[in-house]
């Protein structure tokens, strides 16, 4: 079956550093990878999404690119803020999201020190 | 524009008794997706509601079961309650209506805690 592999946390960055979060998938189709996060105590909320090969997803300074060839949707940051700490979740499905479940990843606990 | 509710927010049950878990979809929505997270995992999907039928189903047991009324809101429900249960379930909307595939993005509640002991 369909499954999402992240890096192991908890990663820990000084405030400003470079950020890269692994994400691999393995699925049988050509599904659409997304990035969640949720904050403490709160629920989790959409980050980015691409919906096909060599897309590029960004927000918030967030950006991943769908890479096909090693499936792949690497999350990045150029300079990480205290306020980016909370856990990251890479997920895939095959309607964009909405007219089916997503599969996660056990999540990727993000801490930044100022 | 109030987001998707869940309640309660924490729920402590014994083993082998029944549960039923609440959520209110987003203004708008008419699809809602529940899912099960274990402590320090990611969600699991258990299953997807729409026009008040179960549309998609995770690999969750008959013991898991849910309903969604004409409000588009929906109830999870869980029988014989095992320890293993115990978990934050979410509950997450969407509107997948037409074209645009950005309308496919589903939103999450909070969640409640479920405690099995």
């Known amino acids: 079956g369909d499954s999402v592999t992240q890096m192991e946390g908890p990663v820990t960055l000084s405030e400003e550093a470079f950020l890269t979060i692994n994400c691999t998938y393995t699925?049988?189709?050509?599904?659409?990878l997304f990035w969640y996060v949720q904050y403490p105590g709160e629920g989790l909320q959409l980050l980015l999404k691409?919906?096909?090969?060599?897309d590029k997803g960004s927000n918030k300074g967030f950006e991943a690119t769908y890479r096909k060839e090693t499936t792949s949707f690497h999350l990045e940051k150029g300079s990480v803020q205290v306020s980016d700490s909370a856990v990251y979740f890479c997920a895939l499905s095959y309607s964009g999201g909405g007219a089916d479940g997503l599969t996660f990843g056990k999540g990727t606990h993000l801490i930044i020190q100022p | 524009d109030a987001g998707v509710t869940q309640s309660p927010t924490h729920l402590i049950k014994t083993r082998g008794q029944q549960v039923t878990l609440r959520c209110s979809p987003k203004?708008?929505?008419?699809?809602v997706s529940w899912y099960q997270q274990a402590l320090g995992q990611g969600p699991q999907f258990i299953f997807q509601y729409y026009e008040e039928e179960e549309r998609q189903r995770g690999n969750f047991p008959d013991r898991f079961s849910g309903h969604q009324f004409p409000n588009y809101s929906s109830e999870l429900n869980v029988n014989a309650l095992l320890l293993g249960d115990s978990a934050l379930y979410l509950c997450?909307?969407?509107?997948?209506?037409?074209?645009?595939?950005?309308?496919?993005?589903?939103?999450f509640g909070p969640g409640t805690r479920l405690t099995v002991t």
């Open positions: 997450a909307s969407s509107h997948p209506g037409t074209g645009r595939i950005d309308r496919y993005e589903q939103y």
């Open positions: 203004s708008g929505h008419d699809t």
């Open positions: 691409a919906t096909k090969a060599d």
């Open positions: 699925a049988t189709g050509y599904p659409s």
